[in-house]
């Protein structure tokens, strides 16, 4: 595991940007490490990771592990968190 403690937004609702510059709320959970156990580079066949490594790739996003899991909506997904709008959340 990388992350030690938990995201400082872990459990709250953000912002964050899609690639169109709108903007979608996200159900932060917590670092992807914390919840999967590792990297997300080494979640070998895991849908979220597999369309994080595609996405990130596509949108130029740093390869490090400063990477969170939630869900927009009812799915999950990763987030690099340059992707979360600098404002207050929301707790929910």
Known sequence: ????EPHPLAGQTVEIKQIDG?????RLEDW??????????F???NPAALNYAMRA???GLPVDNEVV??????FGQLIHV???V???????
């Open 69 to 74: 899991y939630g869900k927009a909506g009812a």
């Open 32 to 41: 992807w490490d914390r919840v999967y156990g590792s990297s997300w580079m």
């Open 82 to 84: 340059s992707e979360i």
């Open 1 to 4: 595991m990388i992350h030690t």
């Open 22 to 26: 709108e903007t979608l709320e996200y």
């Open 43 to 45: 979640a070998d066949g």
């Open 86 to 92: 600098e404002s207050s959340p929301t707790v929910q």
């Open 57 to 59: 790739g596509f949108a």
